[in-house]
């Protein structure tokens, strides 16, 4: 029967494949992106029903302008300092990425993921939410770590898996956690964090307190079940958490029409679930800030959780192991319309008289130093390496809180084998 | 002391640890104002509030997903997965996830959570409600596996699972809900309120996790059993007249090896019972063990009882269940050996 048909007199059936604009070698054309003039996104009140803000989700909430000006009812209107702190904190990021980027490229670690272009992401929200909020990350919002001050130091012993290496060399360099800083433990599954962070914020409501959770995925990880188990729960139970989810264009090769980008935004999965839904220019710092802002007040009021969908492009690869030049036009980056974050915020504040290229010139100059510092100070933990940085007891501790009998067997093995493999 | 069938003992063990520990909380398919299709949450709703006792969607990831975030906040969450046939949707934040957040976070995120979930079949449930998947997680580096066979040891097991700073998985043999049947599917079954293991004490206690339970003393051979088919050994070795020492192992992760080895050494024979399908289930971990560390005891081949490697059918289903028949012929193998 293959490719036959008793109804022979309809049309043979076709199945549609998403082809992304551009290949290698092609030219590249966003033409197709709408990008409206910031400021003219209308801001809800926070107690808004989602069923009257629906245009939001098709929308694109921007706040700084082609001149890098803040106007419209999403200004933020953050103060000197503020502004000081999420440009400095946007350039660590980017400078971290870009030595230990160099790093594994030298050997000294097995893998890197920068988020180039999405430094507003992860930053802004960070700002934006109180520290005591529980983030669950995916592997590209380094730049949550860093704007809660957690020591550069510790990150790159845990890129090195050396023996400063907190998570004792478990786990794959960038799979960050920390407790302290109210950062969950980073999963290489994706999308699993997003119904964890539903049950965190259900646990904080039953138990009457006042903290809210935030999580983030990339738009190709929405298609996982783990999204929309987390999306019916949250609504179900009016669950205090922001959902975060970074539309960089790109899942690894996969373009974003393989989680369903030419048929509708991702802010518009809110729509289906009765949550609000916002949709971000998510380069532009400030709106997403306020993005946040308002989500959180929504949160923290028992208003329920939002969706947010951060516009943005990953200007790099997926992770070090990965070529995008392999699927995608090079000159997507430098073409994107929605520019650069880091570069935009710089213009905001050389507008309003608080910066100039003199300040920026340095400060880009003392991040650099600072990251550099910090790496030469992990490497005196040792870079990556056969596993010798921990004693191998540490291999099977944590598995259970205690030790069964057969893994203190197994460990008993693997002291053994390490005297006759490396008998030094 | 109160007389308690299965279901009885589970609610008396939930009921004790939701009055001890205010962050205990249970969720699961229609577990609240119902009271869960077992009845095994009946009236925790009506005593402890629905902010701690509440009815989910029907999403087993999201179920599992959202205890585990509990877990992390500081909650010591008891979902329910309605029927153990239906937890693979939540396989992956059991497995990646609840088994491995102590590890990859060495230690500053846990998942003190226990998935009860009623298993195994006999029950006419079809190849949907009749299955026994503990070795898929007994397979899982991280996972604790825990499985009652009688009230008794449902409420101190239980008790002791939810204690437990690791993920627990606690299956129900649901056949021996309400009596201990010995795999005569044609006769009545002795209910629980004439068995010894139905006394059952109203009070909190517990009963180790690791421990097997010694439940007939013999000298001929050792049966290593757990849940239901506990009962089906006890019944041919009755019938048999063999003097059997029958071991129930009541933990398969962590396992009491010390119990098997030690019978075994006095025995020198071993038969190994189980409802789950035969191939890569847990009777092949327990053969391995006894030959690797009790092979110069052995007087004969171990011997496995198993389900058939089919699923669960619904029409053929004593065909299908490894009852007396089944484990009379493997007893007879062993004992000529």
Redesign the interface.
Known sequence: MTGESAKTNLPPLSLHVPEPRSRPGDPVDFSDIIVPNAGKQPRPDENADPKDMMDLSYDLVRVLDEKGAAVGPWDPKLNEKQLLKMLRDMALTRAFDERLYRAQRQGKTSFYMKCRGEEATSIAPAMALDSEDMVFPSYRQQGILISRGYPLVEMVNQIYSNKGDKLKGRQLPIMYCSRRLNFFTISGNLATQYPQAVGWAMASAIKGDSRIAAVWCGEGSTAESDFHAAMTFGTVYNAPCIFNVVNNQWAISSFSGFAGAERTTFAARAIGYGMAGLRVDGNDPLAVYAATQWAAQRARTNQGPTLIEHFTYRAEGHSTSDDPSAYRSSDEATEWPLGDPIERLKTHMIGLGIWDEERHAAMDEEVATEVKAATKEAEKNGILGHGLHQPFETMFEDVFEELPWHLREQSEQAIREREIKWPE | MARMNMIQAINSALDNMMERDDNV?MMGEDIGYFGGVFRATAGLQEKYGK??VFD??I?E??I????????????R?VPEIQFADYIY?GM??LI??AA???????????APITVRSPFGGGIFGGQTHSQSPESMFTHV??L?TVIPSTPYDAKGLLIASIE???PVLFFEPKRIYNGPFDGYYDKPVQPWSKHDAGEVPDDYYRIDL?KANIVREGDDLTVLAYGTMVHVALGVIKEQGIDAEVIDLRTL???D?EAIEQSIEKTGRCLIVHEATRTSGFGAELSALVQERCFYHLEAPIERVTGFDTPYPHSLEWAYFPGPVRIGEALDKIMKG
């Not at chain 2, 599992?64 to 909650?75: F, H, K, N, P, T």
């Not at chain 2, 491995?100 to 846990?110: H, I, K, N, P």
């Open positions: 909380v902010t701690r989910t969607p999403s990831c999201g599992i997903g959202a205890a585990v975030g509990m877990g992390a906040y500081g909650l969450p949707p992956d934040q990646s996830e491995r957040l102590r590890y990859r976070s060495a230690g500053e995120f846990t580096s991280g604790k437990d700073n690791d690791g992760v962590p396992l090896i």
